[in-house]
């Protein structure tokens, strides 16, 4: 039995096996090689040069780790909470903030996704008529084409649904009492639309310099996952909160200002290389701040019966507006192989210092032989 409790021990990965590995490794690869050059140039010497040569490959690999974030690495950059503010002023402002950036930002003041979606469909019809939604590109420049089709894309996805509009395939089989629900339920569901979604499908017709942005940028769904995801995490750790899962709650838009200075809009090649050497050049990282807002829903949005699908969450709108403020904490990935690297090279050149000054006394002792 005590010979069965030492395999299962044996067997247990985290710990015993691990480390019974790495000790295997080292004893039949550097204890091979030590063994070698022991055999043939002394203990003492061979000492040396098994320690010079691992203590120089160390300083290799640690420099690999230290130029791509790999290996031993610290700890990744993550979203840190500043404070979480409930509801705005008048104007949309986060007058409770203690952040200063955070005040400027007017984010309910913004126009909806479907109202942009609904200005930007009448401007489409106001310039190419009734069929602009299945007219052609011919005639059309590059950049006119683009922004038909951010347009054309953006209104199949969150423009104005009626009885109407919608497709043979979803009236099928369904009353005319039917469809006027449906059509009202899609309806609601695209003037729900957050402008965080909207910019993940058609970011060219939203105006980045609003007035109400204040020199915040509109992160996309896609481009905002890790900052909501941390601020899931932090209202939910929240205690002045009374949220049990992320149902009880529907994210909304995603913002951010500072950090480095990315790539221009529409960036060609040269501009994606010349950012890159500048913000290596750039020593100091200024400070980034995100923000994500999200609001409660209704009980009766997320009562589920068993057997049926899903309902869509419905924000309640006599809840406030929760922002969760948090800063870019930008961590420290590469310290750790930093300092592999300039810890091993500081060995090893002291190893080769050893070895110079043990061959300039072997040298010198064998010159003395040599006269006598």
Known sequence: MEMLDLIAGLAWDPEIRGFLA????????????????????????????ALAALFGWMAIMGSIWWIYGIGWA??????????????????????????DEANILQAESLPTAHEIVVDAGAAAESDYGSNWLTMGTGGLTSDEVAHLGEVQTAWLEFGTVTADTLTADQTEGLSDAEIDDLAAEEQSKNEATTLSELAAVAPGIIDPDADELGGWTLLSTA??????????????????????????????????????????????????????????????????????????????SITNLPGTAPQRPVVDTEEPVVSVVMI????????????????????????CYMLHERDKLVMARRAEFEGA
């Open 223 to 300: 481009e905002s996952g890790e900052a909501q995801a941390s601020a899931i995490a932090i209202v939910l750790e929240s205690n002045d909160f009374s949220f049990g899962s992320q149902v009880e709650f529907k994210l909304l838009d995603a913002f951010t200002i500072g950090g480095k200075e990315g790539l221009p809009d529409d960036p060609n090649v040269w501009d994606r290389v010349w950012t890159k050497v500048r913000q290596t050049a750039q020593i100091t990282h200024p400070t980034r701040y995100g923000i994500v807002q999200l609001q409660q829903v209704t009980e009766e």
């Open 22 to 49: 790495v000790l295997a490794m080292a004893v039949t690869l550097m204890g091979s090689v030590w063994l070698l050059l022991s055999s043939n140039s002394g203990p003492r010497l061979g000492t040396l040069l």
């Open 74 to 99: 610290g700890d990744a950059p993550t979203w840190v909470e500043v404070e979480i503010v409930e509801g705005t002023d008048d104007e949309g402002r986060l007058t409770y903030a203690a952040l």
């Open 328 to 351: 870019r904490d930008l961590g420290n990935v590469r310290f750790r192989p930093a300092m592999v690297t300039i810890g091993s090279l500081l060995i090893f050149f002291a190893l």
